[in-house]
């Protein structure tokens, strides 16, 4: 629904109720879910993204006097106007400045490609852009991955700068590093802009490398669920930067680069060397066998057996609940129920402490076990969890 003509029509006409004319041109990127390897993007590691069917999407226009108006059906406020040459980092907006709100996401999209001298002549003219989006947000599904790589997209065709899928999702990243101040990875931006359909994303985080993996579900007669607790505690933030500083500790204190150079041959020797530090030991051996657990992946969906990923999800959840600490009762609920009620494998998706969770079914299976975490959110007196199919979708594209 969210891809279809309807879609961009919707978006189109949106543009136009708020601009006054019809846009150039309308463009999608959705949002993803990992399938495995989670905090190992920034540690140089292995992940293992796929595109969502939903997606946010952008009806734009480019403008010729430096201007940038920004507007979005799923946010109050009404239209945001920025001076291209006026953009700067919401960090250096300083003490009360404006964090930025929504709009600093696709304004740091902007600043970034200024940033890297892509913005010259016609380029640096502006534009209009209206956004409206299928994408639950804050449900740690990447609204804002797929809101940052529409918006490149969408400026790389009306701009004509050829920049490859690759390309700007570094500069989404560099956007939302820089810009916005989240330190997040480049999973998810990758995911957004390099996706394919019916595949899942293998990403060698270091080089950086891609590859696509097919992974067709329904041929196979399996469905991959999303639970979306609709939960997001508020440690989440810190226990990130906190979590990525255990990444760095532990690779300086074993003398390499990054944990990606820890081989999971020599973990054990690797812990011993950390042993005192007993956190230390727990996140280093939680990134050391999520990169494994990645390429144990990989090799099963290559032979044909994608049923028998199922206990390397479960196992990942494990690793994220006990070694580095970033799971909670919500999603060790829907992971403990779906599990006891005949799934093949569950895990939590995303960085942590709520968001959602994957679960991996027989199509037979889909709905009762969803009716049994249903059940079990109940009892426990949580929020009713919503659920859907993760069908492996395209990554960004020109919709109209
Ligand atoms: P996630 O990326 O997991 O959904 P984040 O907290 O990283 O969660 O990003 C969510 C934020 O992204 C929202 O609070 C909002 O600022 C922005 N956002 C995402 N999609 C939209 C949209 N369609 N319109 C306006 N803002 C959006
Ligand atoms: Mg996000």
Same mark, same amino acid.
């Given at each position: 629904?969210?891809?279809?003509?309807?879609?961009? +029509?919707?978006? !189109?006409?949106?543009?136009?109720?708020?601009?006054?004319?019809?846009?150039?041109?309308?463009?999608?990127?959705?949002?993803?879910?990992?399938?495995?390897?989670?905090?190992?993007?920034?540690?140089?590691?292995?992940?293992?993204?796929?595109?969502?069917?939903?997606?946010?999407?952008?009806?734009?226009?480019?403008?010729?006097?430096?201007?940038?108006?920004?507007?979005?059906?799923?946010?109050?406020?009404?239209?945001? =106007?920025?001076?291209?040459?006026?953009?700067?980092?919401?960090? =250096?907006?300083?003490?009360?400045?404006?964090?930025?709100?929504?709009?600093?996401?696709?304004?740091?999209?902007?600043? $970034?490609?200024?940033?890297?001298?892509?913005?010259?002549?016609?380029?640096?003219?502006? !534009?209009?852009?209206?956004?409206?989006? @299928?994408?639950?947000? *804050?449900?740690?599904?990447?609204?804002?991955?797929?809101?940052?790589?529409? /918006?490149? /997209?969408?400026?790389?065709?009306?701009?004509?700068?050829?920049?490859?899928?690759?390309? #700007?999702?570094?500069? %989404?990243?560099?956007?939302?590093?820089?810009?916005?101040?989240?330190? %997040? *990875?480049?999973?998810?931006?990758?995911?957004? $802009?390099?996706?394919?359909?019916?595949?899942?994303?293998?990403?060698?985080?270091?080089?950086? !490398?891609?590859?696509?993996?097919?992974?067709?579900?329904?041929?196979?007669?399996?469905?991959?669920?999303?639970?979306?607790?609709?939960?997001?505690?508020?440690?989440?933030?810190?226990?990130? $930067?906190?979590?990525?500083?255990? %990444?760095? !500790?532990?690779?300086?204190?074993?003398?390499?680069?990054?944990?990606?150079?820890?081989?999971?041959?020599?973990?054990?020797?690797?812990?011993? /060397?950390?042993?005192?530090?007993?956190?230390?030991?727990?996140?280093?051996?939680?990134?050391? @066998?999520?990169?494994?657990?990645?390429?144990?992946?990989?090799?099963?969906? +290559?032979?044909?057996?994608?049923?028998? #990923?199922?206990? #390397?999800? @479960?196992?990942?959840?494990?690793?994220?609940?006990?070694?580095?600490?970033?799971?909670?009762?919500?999603?060790?609920?829907?992971?403990?129920?779906?599990?006891?009620?005949?799934?093949?494998?569950?895990?939590?998706?995303?960085?942590?402490?709520?968001?959602?969770?994957?679960?991996?079914?027989?199509?037979?299976?889909?709905?009762?076990?969803?009716?049994?975490? /249903?059940?079990?959110?109940?009892?426990?007196?949580?929020?009713?969890?919503?659920?859907?199919?993760?069908?492996?979708?395209?990554?960004?594209?020109?919709?109209?």
């Amino acid at each position: 629904m969210s891809d279809s003509v309807s879609g961009a +029509d919707r978006a !189109a006409e949106g543009f136009r109720a708020v601009f006054g004319a019809g846009p150039e041109g309308v463009w999608a990127a959705p949002g993803r879910v990992n399938l495995i390897g989670e905090h190992t993007d920034y540690n140089d590691g292995f992940v293992m993204p796929l595109a969502l069917p939903h997606t946010c999407l952008a009806a734009a226009r480019a403008r010729t006097d430096g201007v940038l108006r920004l507007h979005s059906g799923d946010a109050s406020g009404g239209v945001v =106007e920025l001076r291209v040459d006026g953009l700067a980092p919401v960090a =250096e907006a300083g003490a009360g400045g404006d964090r930025g709100g929504w709009a600093a996401y696709p304004a740091g999209v902007v600043w $970034a490609l200024r940033e890297a001298g892509l913005l010259s002549g016609a380029a640096a003219g502006g !534009a209009d852009l209206h956004y409206t989006s @299928t994408v639950p947000t *804050g449900a740690g599904l990447s609204s804002s991955a797929a809101l940052e790589v529409v /918006t490149a /997209t969408a400026l790389n065709e009306l701009y004509g700068l050829g920049l490859e899928p690759l390309r #700007i999702a570094q500069l %989404c990243q560099r956007a939302e590093n820089d810009f916005v101040g989240v330190p %997040c *990875g480049i999973m998810d931006q990758t995911a957004s $802009a390099c996706c394919a359909d019916g595949h899942a994303l293998f990403l060698d985080t270091r080089e950086p !490398a891609l590859r696509q993996v097919p992974f067709d579900l329904a041929a196979e007669g399996l469905r991959l669920l999303v639970v979306d607790t609709r939960v997001k505690h508020e440690l989440g933030d810190g226990a990130y $930067a906190n979590r990525r500083a255990a %990444c760095e !500790a532990g690779a300086r204190a074993l003398g390499v680069p990054a944990l990606r150079d820890v081989a999971y041959e020599r973990l054990e020797d690797a812990l011993a /060397t950390l042993a005192g530090d007993e956190t230390l030991v727990r996140r280093v051996r939680h990134v050391v @066998t999520e990169n494994r657990r990645v390429e144990e992946v990989i090799e099963r969906l +290559d032979a044909g057996a994608t049923r028998s #990923i199922g206990p #390397i999800l @479960t196992a990942g959840h494990a690793s994220c609940r006990d070694d580095f600490e970033i799971s909670c009762a919500e999603l060790d609920l829907v992971v403990e129920t779906a599990n006891a009620a005949g799934a093949l494998g569950a895990r939590m998706t995303g960085g942590g402490f709520g968001g959602s969770a994957i679960v991996l079914v027989e199509e037979a299976d889909a709905e009762s076990v969803g009716k049994a975490v /249903t059940e079990a959110f109940a009892a426990a007196g949580y929020r009713t969890p919503r659920i859907f199919p993760a069908v492996p979708s395209a990554g960004a594209r020109r919709l109209a």
